[in-house]
């Protein structure tokens, strides 16, 4: 009974029959990879895909997984059940006219006989009985024509007893058959234990293999789309700073075209006036009646005082005139003193359309500042730092970026209990330091810090590395790196305090909750404010780039050192009154 429902477990729910190269669907279910694919092949058509065994419905054709624990166990099944045999009909020999099935075959007679003939057949021990079979003459000795029934060990073959006694297999050992085919059968069993464990040995690093590929496709899969998050927010911030650039941009134009309507409106007014005198002063010319243009106003009259020290709405200086631009004060379009741009005009920020000098006129922009309306020299500045923002905001963003895609896999950091301060608890997995009031009794060495300080057992040489630290704790911890040779006695041996180190330093009392970087003693106190516990720390050795990053979200850069490294690099730790452990 169990071998039956064992048997029914081995086949498939299409061609009911014992599996060929098992499959399994998402449902679970198993079928013949010929049967299944013939199955959903037909379905396509249709454009829906089931299961024919639980009818679950696909949205897409499903993938054909090959089941490697049934394949196993199929092949054991298969082992252990008898091998079918052939179905061969044979007949006797002598029933010529009615064939009739034979029930034995004689190998001394090679013939087979039915139930009638054997009856009369001789029973002489000569006469050796088998089954039916149709290869009668391979069981009988080439040579002697006997019957073969010992194996020749030597020589590796079936013999008969002529053979054995006067043949070519004279004086060699030999076995009856059955207990060499009893000994050769173990060894063949032996033979197929041992390739059992090795198939089975290679599955199992198969199945292996495809967990470790799941698992790669499932990063891959998560990097890609953190990859496509990223790009896409960074697309907006973008989009963002390029609509606000342009609307500044927009806006000072607007600005200066209204302040410049302005100006160019009376200029003309100005004009028309000025037209109007000339002609006057031509028709002056033309009459011919002296008495008529004595009696006219003095010609000086039609002109305005101001105009001979230069106009006050055009700009001119010193006496320049409007049009061809007195010394030193410029036309009013060009109007640039000591080799002003002739577009935007004054000197020391005059107006970029009139260049008024030192008190020009209030509608055409004063001299020291410009006009903010008209687009002088602080409108430049303003450009400028507007460049300066956008510039230091894609360089924060590339930043980001840089940090994100800093290397593949954090680096393995030890630390070295033997330079590790006798005040510090090194954990049993060299990961985490721990400040103590009890001292350690460690032997004192010269590589050993005299206080609150610890180094990695690794250094860096060449390529991208970064670790994180969680800190817990408030009192004083430091991260950075340090050269070997760094002195282990004294102020001048804490990390950031000489030239062969560079550290973050962090205190909620010292600094108020904020950051501090140092180097060779130079202190810089950074604007961040302490928001979270953990850091991370990225070395670039050839670009000589040491950088810190808070692990908020979003991660935040904090300060970059930039060196010439000339030695091995080595993460160091201070602790007082903290703990520090590397997650990296």
């Known amino acids: 009974m169990a071998s039956s429902d064992l048997k029914d477990e081995q086949l498939c729910g299409i061609c009911q029959d014992i599996y060929t190269d098992p499959v399994t669907l998402r449902c679970g279910h198993n079928f013949c990879w010929v049967c299944i694919d013939q199955v959903l ?29 049934l394949c196993i166990s199929l092949e054991k099944f298969l082992l252990i059940q008898p091998k079918p045999k052939a179905v061969t009909r044979i007949c006797c020999t002598y029933c010529v006219e009615s064939p009739v099935l034979a029930v034995k075959s004689c190998l001394h007679c090679e013939a087979s006989l039915c139930d009638k003939h054997l009856r009369v057949h001789s029973k002489g021990a000569e006469h050796v009985l088998t089954d039916p079979s149709t290869s009668l003459e391979t069981r009988k000795c080439s040579v002697h024509k006997k019957i073969l029934e010992y194996y020749c060990t030597e020589d590796a073959a079936c013999i008969c007893v002529s053979c054995s006694l006067v043949g070519e297999h004279w004086r060699h050992r030999v076995e009856t058959l059955d207990k060499a085919s009893e000994k050769k059968k173990k060894k063949l069993r032996n033979v197929l234990q041992k390739l059992i464990r090795r198939r089975e040995k290679n599955e199992e690093r198969v199945q292996s293999l495809e967990r470790r590929k799941r698992k790669a496709q499932e990063k891959t899969s998560g990097e890609a789309e953190r990859v496509t998050a990223l790009f896409i927010d960074i697309r907006r911030r973008v989009d963002d700073l390029e ?9 000072q134009e607007e600005k200066v075209s209204l302040s410049l309507s302005d100006v160019i409106q009376k200029l003309e007014i100005k004009k028309d006036e000025l037209s109007r005198k000339m002609r006057h002063i031509e028709e002056l010319c033309n009459v011919t009646d002296p008495l008529t243009v004595l009696q006219e106003p003095d010609t000086s009259v039609l002109c305005d005082p101001e105009e001979e020290g230069g106009d006050e709405d055009t700009g001119g200086h010193d006496g320049g005139d ?37 008190g020009g006129d209030e509608d055409t922009g004063e001299h020291d500042g410009g006009d ?26 590339i930043r980001d970026i840089n940090v994100i895609f800093y290397v593949q896999d954090p680096a393995d950091i030890l630390l070295d209990v033997n330079t590790a301060a006798n005040n510090l608890l090194i954990s049993d997995d060299l990961k985490t330091v721990t400040w103590t009031e009890i001292t350690q009794n460690r032997p004192e060495t010269a590589e050993r810090f005299q206080y609150y300080q610890v180094m990695s057992r690794r250094g860096f040489t060449s390529g991208r590395h970064y670790w994180d630290v969680e800190i817990r704790g408030s009192e004083l911890w430091r991260v950075g790196i340090c050269y070997p040779s760094i002195d282990r006695r004294g102020r001048q041996s804490d990390i950031g305090n000489n030239k062969k180190s560079w550290s973050l330093c962090g205190s909620l009392s010292l600094y108020q909750n904020s950051y501090l970087v140092t180097h060779d003693s130079e202190e810089i106190l950074l604007r961040h404010q302490i928001s979270s516990d953990g850091v991370r720390i990225c070395l670039d050795y050839e670009a000589g780039q040491l950088s810190f990053y808070e692990l908020c979200d979003p991660i935040r850069h904090l300060h970059t050192f930039t060196a010439t490294f000339t030695a091995p690099l080595h993460a160091a730790l201070y602790v007082l009154g903290a703990s520090i452990r590397i997650s990296g």
Do not use: W, Y
Request: charged letters at 35%.
């Open 41 to 69: 092949e037909k379905q396509v058509k249709s454009r829906v895909h089931s299961c024919p065994k639980c009818k679950t419905k696909f949205r897409k054709r499903p993938a054909l997984k090959r089941n490697i624990t």
């Open 372 to 397: 903010e309306d008209t687009g002088g020299h602080d409108g430049g500045d303003r450009g400028a730092a507007l460049i300066s923002h956008i510039s230091h905001t894609l360089s924060a963003m």
């Open 322 to 358: 409007e049009d061809t631009g007195g010394h030193d004060g410029g036309d009013e379009d060009t109007g640039g003193h000591d080799g002003g741009d002739e577009d935007t005009g004054g000197h020391d920020g005059g107006d970029e359309d009139t260049g008024e000098h030192d």
């Open 243 to 251: 609509k606000r650039v342009l609307s500044d941009i927009s806006r």
